[in-house]
């Protein structure tokens, strides 16, 4: 089965940091853009960040600029999502998913985004 596998994720205070994991399972992501979304209760899901094959990072949130970052590691076939300065409205479920051949890009519709994993939740509260 294709998916992907996200952990990493908790209860943390505002101000705090975590580190999420993005595993591929079936399948090697190392020639695949990858990118982070997030969903909170009651709202959409929302891009957060995406990583080209060639590392490459792109925001399509810019309420997390300057605190989240992307990063791959191939040899672990993983991508890892990096949040400093956490606020309580960064709590949401956060998944990871790839456009396949498509690059990463805002103009990308999330409907071509395939192998959706079950998220990992992450809470901001003190």
């Known amino acids: 089965q294709l998916q992907f596998v ?3 994720g908790g ?3 505002p101000g705090g940091s975590l580190r999420l994991s993005c595993a591929a399972s079936g399948f090697t992501l190392e020639h ?3 990118a982070w979304f ?3 209760p009651g709202k959409e899901r929302e891009g957060v ?3 080209s094959p060639g590392n490459y990072s792109t ?8 605190r989240f970052t992307i ?6 076939n993983t991508v890892y999502l990096h949040m400093d300065n956490l606020k309580p409205e960064d709590s949401a479920v956060y998944y990871c998913s790839t456009p396949g051949g498509f690059p990463c890009s805002i103009y990308v519709a999330p409907s071509e985004y395939k192998y ?3 998220g990992t939740q992450v809470t901001v509260s003190s």
Do not use: M, P, T
């Not at 925001?59 to 300057?66: D, K, P």
């Open 6 to 8: 996200e952990s990493g």
């Open 11 to 13: 209860l943390v205070q």
């Open 32 to 34: 695949l853009s990858i």
């Open 38 to 40: 997030r969903q909170a």
């Open 49 to 51: 960040l995406c990583i």
């Open 59 to 66: 925001n399509f949130a810019s309420s997390v600029r300057g």
């Open 71 to 76: 990063s791959r590691d191939n040899a672990k």
């Open 116 to 118: 959706w994993g079950q």
